[in-house]
């Protein structure tokens, strides 16, 4: 668990780097029943076979929800997250890949509907075996601020 960090211990350009996890057959079949997401590019070997990338692809929502989750590891308790802009996917995700999530300090902004807390934006990679990044988002918290009176 990281330490508890006020807005004003983030440094903008600080990455950290979360450990590495292997994507399986059973994360792609578990991933479909929880969502009813069952479309044959993350289903049919078959199918796929023909397809561009030769074999089945895994859910966007899957490869974001896991790599994010390798995130967890590393709370501040005194931050939240507020949400999620720019997702984008610039390369597949295939069983048996593995991925670990890079994230870097892209913005510090007071916050104005929140005066007691900044705004931290963290560029989200995440990252297979072989460098590429496969899921692209920033991650918007906020987090408390050291001085509650500061606007």
């Not at 399986?24 to 997401?37: K, L, N, P, Q, Y």
């Not at 692809?57 to 929800?65: L, Y």
Request: hydrophobic share 35%; charged share 25%; glycine share 8%.
């Amino acid at each position: 668990m990281e330490r508890p960090r006020h807005f004003e211990d983030y440094v903008l350009g600080e990455v950290r780097r979360t450990h590495a996890r292997t994507i399986t057959e059973a994360d792609f079949v578990i991933h479909a029943g929880h969502t009813g997401d069952f479309f044959p590019h993350h289903m049919d070997a078959e199918m796929m076979k023909d397809s561009q990338w030769g074999q089945r692809i895994a859910h966007g929502t899957m490869t974001f929800a896991i790599g994010i989750g390798l995130t967890a590891g590393e709370i501040n308790p005194l931050a939240f997250t507020y949400g999620y802009d720019r997702l984008r996917f610039p390369r597949p995700v295939f069983i048996g890949d593995t991925i670990h999530t890079r994230l870097t300090v892209s913005e510090l902004a007071p916050e104005t509907r929140r005066p007691n807390h900044g705004r931290v934006v963290e560029t989200c990679e995440v990252v297979n075996q072989r460098g590429d990044v496969v899921l692209a988002c920033q991650h918007v918290l906020m987090a408390r601020r050291r001085d509650h009176g500061a606007a």
